[in-house]
């Protein structure tokens, strides 16, 4: 994870402020560096000024990669915050990514700025993974930007009143006003080798070229991966241990891993008692679950895996509690939270189905009085959302990446005393996604009860295709403050790929509601993984939101009838 800025001018621009150079710094806090450069025009009346400003959370090759990167050769400048864990097609696992395209981007050798242009579109379109980016291509004087397909890195846009400057940002200057996040539909360029006439005198040309992922003529792929696979299934039909998807699922999801969670570097001054560089956000449901089994078989005997599980004290929800069970008191409110209970329980079935694996089990508690001191800082950290279920969420969040809380590993068992620790694992794995890909949400079963598989299958891609419009940039803004990279296994492209060009009734049956092994039709597909991977409990568990399920939603008095839709 990285932090990235930039800001072209027709006016020499201050430093970034003090604070912005904290919040960037929190994001990558192994390096910060800056890259100034005077643009003058041909007829040397007018100059640009373009600044740009990085910082490095190094996770990639076997080096601190110094950012923003140049080019000695063309003097072109890359602020890049991403993995890009497939070029071409082609894995790219030991060298340092952002160096890597550079270079690329370098050795492109066109004829004409027309040609140049493709040739730099076509690099950044053959890239898999999450990214946000600023390009500056000297050769052109023109600035590239945008994020990737399914938006999984913030990148944030402002443009100035006066329309004297441009700012970009992973995450908005104090005060937090006029900024918007960048689309992820596609790549944008601005000319830095024109000007707009205006009743004012010649000003910043801040039109925006929009380059699509894809031609015209592929325009029906979703999220520009792949073509949803709209068949209809035959008359006579069941999703079971034995159908070739649920292998095909193992597979892919084991190939995603493979990116995710091998060859990380250690984190600087490593606690001497665990080697611990990979964490999940664990709710002990069926997608963190699924994710924690399979990492266990990748990564090497010696290193352990935190599951990040969190729970707040909610004042309603205690009053609640409280005059239902008046007669039963509670030693600790934070265990009657529901994915404390189902984390605690999956934890155990983890030690069992994996005995020699080194798990820690962190459950982090956050007092009311906590969360409020707390607020304002992710209030402006989620900002340009605004909205109550933004809050509740990025609250969750937030707490987890800190990763603070009371350590579990002999007993999935609630103790008095356990000690507290933070985890040091620089890369969590998120379980997002899923639900998308294979059919896990109860509204895709509302939707088939009322128009059959058509109407599934139209709800499915029609989620797949959002993905890239959700909240994403968001959570990245949340988590990235401390110092941690989130990763989603399930978002990977060739995963994608597959789970949309599987058949419907291949990874939800909900024409066949009952099944001999008792395990419901939502997301049958994985359910029938985590049954096989020796996880029979976890495979039966029920979908939570982890807003509810950690109960950091309405906490206030005064929020119980707000709606998450409300602002704040």
């Known amino acids: 994870m990285c932090g990235i800025h930039g800001v072209i ?10 604070e912005l150079r904290n919040a960037l710094s929190n994001r990558g806090p192994d390096h910060f560096g800056q890259v100034h450069r005077e643009l003058p025009f041909s007829n040397g009346d007018s100059t640009i000024y373009l600044n740009l400003t990085s910082t490095v959370l190094a996770l990639r090759g076997d080096h601190i990669a110094k950012q923003p990167l140049e080019s000695a050769a063309t003097r072109s400048v890359l602020c890049w915050n991403g993995e890009a864990w497939r070029i071409d097609g082609q894995p790219l696992r030991s060298q340092n990514d952002g160096e890597f395209i550079l270079a690329k981007l370098d050795a492109i050798d066109a004829s004409s700025a027309e040609l140049r242009a493709s040739q730099t579109l076509s690099i950044l379109r053959s890239i898999d993974g999450p990214f946000a980016f600023l390009f500056y291509d000297a050769q052109t004087r023109r600035l590239y930007f945008g994020r990737d397909r399914l938006g999984r ?39 830095l080798e024109s ?10 040309d801040t039109r925006i070229t929009k380059h699509e992922w894809l031609s015209s003529a592929e325009n029906d792929m979703v999220s520009s991966i792949g073509h949803f696979n709209m068949a209809l299934p035959p008359q006579e039909h069941k999703l079971d241990f034995d159908t070739a998807s649920v292998e095909m699922a193992r597979h892919w999801l084991g190939e995603s891993l493979k990116l995710r969670v091998l060859n990380i570097p250690e984190p600087p001054s490593p606690p001497c008692d665990a080697d611990v560089r990979v964490a999940i956000l664990f709710s002990g449901g069926l997608d963190s679950s699924v994710l924690s089994r ?41 265990e009657t939270c529901p994915d404390r209970i189902t984390g605690r329980k999956s934890f155990a079935e983890l030690r069992s189905a994996c005995p020699d694996r080194h798990w820690r089990f962190i459950a982090v508690n956050i007092p009311y009085e906590e969360t409020m001191r707390h607020k304002a800082r992710v209030v402006s950290l989620m900002y340009p959302h605004n909205t109550e279920m933004d809050l509740s969420i990025a609250l969750a969040l937030y707490f987890a990446a800190r990763g603070i809380g009371y350590s579990y590993t002999n007993t999935h068992e609630w103790e008095p005393a356990p000690p507290s620790i933070t985890s040091p694992a620089r890369v969590l794995l998120s379980g997002l996604g899923s ?134």
């Open 9 to 18: 001018s027709t006016i020499a621009t201050p430093s970034i402020s003090s």
């Open 153 to 191: 890195r913030s990148l944030l846009i402002k443009e100035a009143e006066d329309g004297d400057s441009i700012s970009f940002s992973s995450i908005a200057d104090v005060p937090a006003t006029g900024w918007e996040e960048v689309k992820a539909d596609g790549f944008y360029s601005l000319d």
């Open 195 to 204: 000007r707009l006439a205006t009743p004012q005198g010649l000003k910043l």
């Open 294 to 334: 399979l990492a266990h078989d990748l990564l090497p005997s010696n290193q352990g895996i935190d599951l990040i599980n969190v729970a707040f004290e909610n004042p309603r929800q205690i009053a609640i509690y409280a005059s239902l069970r008046k007669a039963q008191p509670v030693i600790d409110m934070y």
């Open 435 to 568: 639900d998308e890909l294979f059919g896990g949400y109860s509204r895709h079963e509302v939707v088939f009860k009322s128009g059959g598989y058509p109407s599934l299958i139209e709800e499915l891609k029609l989620d797949i295709g959002r993905i890239g419009q959700r909240n994403l940039g968001r959570d990245d803004r949340i988590m990235a403050h401390w110092g941690k990279e989130v990763r989603y296994p399930y978002l990977d492209e060739e995963l994608v790929r597959f789970a949309i060009s599987c058949p419907v009734w291949e990874k939800c049956d909900f024409q066949n509601p009952f099944h001999s092994a008792v395990i419901e039709p939502a997301k049958r597909i994985l359910r029938l993984l985590a049954d096989r991977l020796g996880l029979q409990a976890i495979a039966r568990e029920k979908k939570r939101a982890i807003q509810f399920g950690s109960r950091a939603a309405k906490m206030e008095s005064h929020t119980s009838k707000i709606r998450g839709t409300d602002t704040i």
